[in-house]
Structures are given as C-alpha cells and as structure tokens.
C-alpha cells in the first residue's frame, strides 16, 4: 500500500478509554492522520494526541465491502487461509523473518509475542530460510501496526512500527497482529456482538463504519467460543469515535472499562486458535506464575 508523504497530525487518548481512565497509564493509543489514511500506534515519546486505532489493522478489512461480509471472526478449519505446514510433531510451522530495523530489545518484544502463541497452541515459529510462505516484520515511519489474516501466499507482512514519534513495540500489540496472522478477527465484529455490545453509530466517524461491521468470509466461524469482553481481539470502547465520545457500549455496564484494556490474549482468544487447527493440546482457564497456560488435553 502506498501512503503519500506530505500531510500529517496525530490524535490520541489513552487506549480504549477517555482522557480520565485510570487503566493501563504506561499504553497510549493514537491514530496517525497521514493523507487521510488512519493507523493504529503508540507515542514514543509524549505527544498531544487524543484518540482511536485509526484505519484498523487488518489489510483485508481496509477493502471488504458490506455485501462481502459475513457473521463470524476465525478462520474455519477447512480454510484455505490457514497455515498448513506442520512439523513431525504434528505442530504447525510458521516461518518469520524480521527485515525492519529493530533494536534488540524490540526484537526481544517480538520473540515474547511469538512464545505467547507457542507456549498456549500447536503454532511454532522459526527462522525462514527458504520457505515459500512466511511472515516478514517490517516496520515503516508512518505505517503504523497491521497484518492481514490467515496465510496470503508468500510473504505475508507484519507492520510494526518505531520511529522517533511513535511504536508499537509493545507485547499486546504484537500479540495481536501474530494472532490475526494465525487467523483470528476482531471479537467485536462476530455475529452475535449485538448481544452484547452496542455500537453508537452517531459517534463513529462516518468513514470508519465499516470498522464495525459484522465481518469475515465464507471460511470463518467463532466455533461456538462465548464472546469475550477480555478478549485481545477486542477494541476499545473509543475505537474510531469522534473526539471525546464512546462508540461502543458493553450490555455488561462491568466491562464497559475492561473491553481494550488487555496485556495478554485470553484462554478463548489461544482456544479459537487451537480450534482452527484441531490442537492436540491447548491452555486450560488456569493461570501459571510466568502468566503462560498450562496445556491441556481436550475433545
């Protein structure tokens, strides 16, 4: 994708939540405003910003149209999107690459978001040497946070950027590309969210309602996993809305500050993708010290 270079502002509030949410005061959401064109990031350093995650992070969700949407928000079994090497273990292999300019301790964020998936599904990454499919981390001024879902065919690009103004060098957000990478949506956009969050269309900007439609092919399905105010598919209940405003409510009035606000991915989140990929093993509900899962047999 192409971004002209000319114009730019930014805009932010502390993520998923307004100026005076008390959560999570170490992470600001901002959106870059570059042409037009809104990404998701996070200040690397203090900037006047109030607001959303911009355009959204997923490539495909940029150019759907609402006739091409369906119900769901993971990739189904017999998707042609999902990862499809596996290793004499019967795990799936993922090959990456990091092509972007990152510091060690940025790349040590990097290999943290990818241990996260390993230690709680069947996924594991390795370095790609000749592999015809694979992810490449990149990270572009300017670009942001995004991926794509599923497998594409060849490169598949991860986004992450950090430059002098912003990054997105943080654990959760990389945790959450990886996850769209392996094939999961945005929990706000399954079928059944009506049931459980409202969307305030009158305070959504009006050329980013389609970040909330009810979104994904014919191949995905929520495997009947409840939905999930904790999950890190989650956006905020700020997400795209005009300043000062909130663009979603929970019907749970206890998770209206809850929704966004997640370090790690939730047991459902790592259980959706165990399902894509029929796991012979996956986390159970209990958590460890180190905050991994412990893994678990199941039907």
Request: hydrophobic share 30%; proline share 3%.
């Amino acid at each position: 994708m192409m971004v002209l270079r000319s114009k730019s502002s930014y805009r932010g509030q502390p993520f998923g939540g307004d100026s005076g949410h008390k959560g999570r005061k170490d992470i600001q959401a901002a959106c870059l405003v570059w042409n037009g064109i809104w990404r998701w990031f996070i200040p690397a350093k203090p900037v006047d910003i109030f607001n959303s995650p911009g355009e959204g992070d997923i490539l495909q969700l940029r150019n759907l149209k609402k006739s091409d949407t369906r119900a769901y928000n993971a990739l189904h079994s017999l998707s042609s999107e999902k990862w499809n090497v596996t290793d004499e273990d019967g795990n799936i292999v993922i090959p990456y690459a990091i092509t972007g300019k990152f510091n060690l301790s940025e790349e040590g964020t990097i290999a943290n978001a990818m241990q996260r998936v390993m230690d709680n599904t069947c996924i594991r990454f390795i370095k790609h040497t000749d592999e015809q499919d694979y992810i490449d981390f990149v990270n572009k001024p300017g670009e942001g946070c995004y991926t794509s879902v599923g497998r594409q065919g060849g490169r598949t690009v991860v986004q992450l950027e950090s430059s002098e103004v912003a990054t997105c060098m943080k654990t959760n957000l990389v945790l959450h590309e990886l996850l769209h990478v392996v094939g999961l949506w945005h929990e706000h956009q399954r079928h059944d969210r009506d049931s459980y969050v409202q969307i305030l269309y009158e305070n959504v900007l009006k050329d980013f309602h389609d970040q909330f439609i009810k979104i994904t092919t014919y191949q995905a399905t929520t495997y009947d996993v409840p939905y999930d105010y904790k999950s890190l598919m989650h956006y905020g209940k700020n997400a795209f809305a005009v300043p000062y405003k909130v663009s979603m409510l929970t019907k749970d009035p206890n998770y209206q500050d809850v929704i966004g606000q997640q370090e790690d991915a939730s047991p459902n989140d790592y259980l959706k993708v165990c399902k894509i990929y029929n796991c012979k093993k996956c986390h159970s509900n209990s958590l460890v010290q180190d905050d991994t899962f412990l893994l678990r047999e199941y039907d």
